[in-house]
């Protein structure tokens, strides 16, 4: 599967942002998306939207292409309309079971932006939302790569988008999910606590089987749901061998590291895999942590191999090493 | 492509905790919908008809054996029919937490018929309720995995009323596309006081029993329930016992409204003309079509126009929400298993509280159980957000 065309709204002015000096910081310990005027949305429309829609709207409409349109939406969303669902939920009880506005209800369902975007490009190809907490993207990326092989000349919107949602955070606050500490995203990888700092944003993608002019190819892909470090070192080794036989291949190794101290021993984990020069970037203080915050990961992936340029701040080890290109 | 077969299959609904239960009920054309609302207050109790599973979340927690905190009803009656599927396939502990089968679940309500837990979570800064994990969908595809110790691929899918249909849909793909050996897949909703005031709010809630495909329908009836489905390739198959062959599969959006279908009715019509093209069979070759037909004005007349632009004239046909209600994200699976019953039994099963045909189609569902030749079957499910997706299951 080939990438074509990418857009991102994230909590940076530029995703990329090359000085660390100037990135955004968290506000009331959230990294908070910096959204765009949103010009390809009708006004009228934009209004009734939550925040999820709008920026998973926001971000695929300048991919979409009229003259050339895709085949297809796949959405990976965690937690998309959950927002919505609180607020038909707070109608019920205050107003007791009354006369209930209906528009909430109907943004609340989890294909809210797939929906949408059907809507609004007028596609009536396939159409589909994985809500698989964090392994909704990747599955939405399993799905765009099944869809190709079966239909080798179409090409696919592929997208991963999540907000931090009032009640949304409120729910992981009480899961302890978030660091309790008010702490700068600058110094999140050195926290040495527990939780992580909540961020937000879409990222799109087309795909096709084509590779003309690509940007780039998800050459394989798996996904692991475990709490077991050994079990994902052992899946990533077998993964490895699988599909890296020439084990020089790999040139840089783009972490999930996100600052939790629970979560850390599971990519230190498939650090001890690589190459010792395998140059390692970390992403996550740039974005915050969120569900589908892998959708903006494989976007600094893309965007990453087509500059050729990585802001000194991601590297976490070997920074020195020659780089050849070849994610 | 490997051709994809259902080894297993497992059911919980408003007229019955397995398969055999459901499949005298459909015979005798049970409806399991009356105006009882047990589960939680609601102001809609005793004015509304519900297709409510008649289980408590307590006699469930003891048959299950569940003892874990923050188990939801929606979870609860997914385990229930999943058990029931796995036994039936006969597939070991083993096979089911091998790394190589899948787990593909849908629904729309996961921990959401916690209604007033998650009032209170969303908006407290103190202690929460046991269930603060329990709220997304997901949660219910996670229970399921640690329960069984599951290792493969795992996804929890929602499109709205037609999510079920679409796991089976990716389940097998999955299995065809190399990244699982066998796949259990399905779907589950409870009842929630937040579905019937949302459908309420959009009056397609009928206050009498819903009437599919009746000139004078007045609306849904909300249900609740869960299929389970194993799936396995036909080269593992080893002789053993075969319910049915998923042979057609396809997922189309209507791209018209957030809560309705286009007069047209191009989603369901495109998504039942590519599941003809992936089967590989004319029209004509469907014997039966479980129609989505959930009573509402709107989905009943596009649906029906959409089966007479298909097929001309329509091949038998019925909707089982005069049985159970919608069952949301469960219905694509609920159904599912039900198209199985008819190929596996050469029959089909009444539709009920049908009086008049809608004038504009003429169209009449069966109305009697009757044995017939049934070698491929039609499941329709349609839901918000456009999504139309259809299966076609085929006798093995």
Not at chain 2, 20 to 41: Q, S, T, W
Not at chain 2, 185 to 198: C, P, Q, R, W, Y
Not at chain 2, 366 to 376: D, G
Request: contains cysteine; aromatic residues 8%.
């Amino acid at each position: 599967m080939y990438i074509h065309k990418i857009y991102c709204i994230s909590p940076q002015q530029d995703p990329l942002q090359a000085d660390i000096e100037c990135i955004n910081e968290p506000v009331d310990k959230k990294l908070l998306a910096v959204e765009p005027s949103y010009e390809h949305i009708p006004p009228g429309v934009l209004r009734r939207m939550g925040k999820s829609i709008r920026m998973g709207v926001g971000t695929a409409l300048p991919l979409l292409d009229k003259i050339n349109p895709v085949d297809g939406i796949i959405i990976g969303s965690a937690n998309a309309g959950l927002d919505e669902c609180v607020k038909f939920l707070i109608q019920i009880v205050d107003y007791d079971e009354g006369q209930l506005t209906p528009g909430n209800f109907v943004q609340s369902t989890g294909n809210v932006i797939a929906g949408q975007l059907g809507l609004i490009s007028k596609n009536k190809g396939y159409n589909i939302t994985h809500m698989h907490q964090g392994l909704a993207f990747e599955n939405a990326v399993i799905d765009a790569i099944m869809q190709l092989n079966t239909n080798p000349a179409h090409s696919y919107l592929l997208g991963g988008v999540d907000e931090i949602s009032p009640f949304h955070y409120n729910i992981e606050t009480l899961n302890g999910a978030y660091k309790k500490e008010d702490i700068s995203n600058k110094e999140i990888y050195q926290s040495n606590t527990p939780g992580c700092l909540p961020g937000e944003g879409a990222a799109m993608f087309v795909v096709s089987a084509d590779k003309d002019a690509a940007i780039a190819k998800i050459k394989a892909i798996q996904t692991i749901h475990t709490d077991d470090v050994e079990l994902v070192k052992q899946q990533l080794q077998l993964f490895l061998e699988k599909n890296n036989q020439d084990s020089d291949e790999i040139d840089l190794f783009i972490s999930g590291e996100n600052g939790d101290t629970r979560t850390l021993p599971f990519y230190e984990a498939c650090e001890t895999l690589l190459n010792t020069d395998t140059t390692v970037l970390r992403f996550k203080h740039l974005c915050g942590e969120y569900a589908t915050a892998s959708a903006i990961g494989l976007w600094y992936a893309c965007q990453i191999l087509q500059t050729q340029e990585i802001p000194p701040h991601l590297f976490k080890k070997n920074q020195q090493k020659k780089r050849t290109g070849i994610f | 492509m490997s051709k994809i077969f259902i080894t297993g299959i497992g059911v919980i609904s408003a007229i019955g905790n397995s398969v055999a239960e459901n499949h005298e009920a459909l015979k005798a054309g049970v409806c399991g919908i009356k105006k009882e609302l047990d589960l939680f207050p609601s102001k809609y109790k005793g004015l509304m008809p519900f297709g409510q599973v008649p289980i408590s979340n307590e006699s469930l927690q003891n048959k299950l054996q569940v003892k874990e905190p923050g188990v939801t009803r929606t979870s609860m009656l997914a385990l229930h029919a999943f058990n029931e599927a796995v036994r039936c396939s006969g597939i070991t502990a083993d096979d089911i937490s091998s790394p190589e089968t899948a787990l593909i679940g849908a629904n729309t309500v996961g921990g959401m018929c916690l209604t007033d837990e998650l009032y209170h979570d969303a908006n407290t800064s103190e202690a929460g309720s046991e269930y603060t994990h329990s709220y997304d969908c997901a949660s219910v595809n996670l229970f399921l995995q640690k329960h069984n110790k599951m290792q493969g691929v795992i996804n929890t899918i929602n499109t709205a009323c037609s999510s079920s249909a679409n796991a089976i849909m990716y389940g097998a793909m999955l299995m065809q596309h190399g990244f699982a050996k066998r796949a259990i897949v399905g779907g589950t909703d409870s009842l929630a006081k937040f579905t019937i005031n949302g459908f309420n709010a959009l009056h397609i809630l009928s206050s009498d029993l819903c009437t599919p495909f009746d000139e004078s329908r007045k609306g849904l009836n909300l249900g609740e329930g869960a299929a389970f489905l194993v799936l396995e390739k036909e080269e593992d198959l080893n002789g053993k016992k075969v319910y049915a062959e998923l042979t057609g599969y396809c997922n189309a959006n209507d791209a018209y409204h957030p809560s309705s279908l286009s007069d047209e009715g191009d989603g369901p019509y495109l998504a039942m003309q590519g599941a003809l093209k992936i089967a590989d069979l004319t029209a004509d070759k469907i014997d039966f079509i479980n129609a989505h037909g959930t009573a509402t004005e709107n989905n009943d007349e596009v649906e029906s126009r959409a089966m007479v632009r298909l097929f001309g004239t329509p091949p038998v046909f019925a909707s089982t929400k005069g049985n159970i209600g919608h069952t949301l994200g469960a219905a694509g699976a609920i159904e599912a298993v039900y198209s199985i019953l008819s190929l596996l039994n050469q029959e089909v099963y009444p539709s009920l509280h049908f009086k008049n045909a809608i004038s504009s189609t003429g169209l009449i569902p069966v109305l009697e159980y009757k044995q017939m030749p049934v070698n491929h079957v039609m499941s329709n499910s349609f839901g918000f957000g456009g999504n139309c997706s259809s299966l076609i299951f085929s006798k093995a």
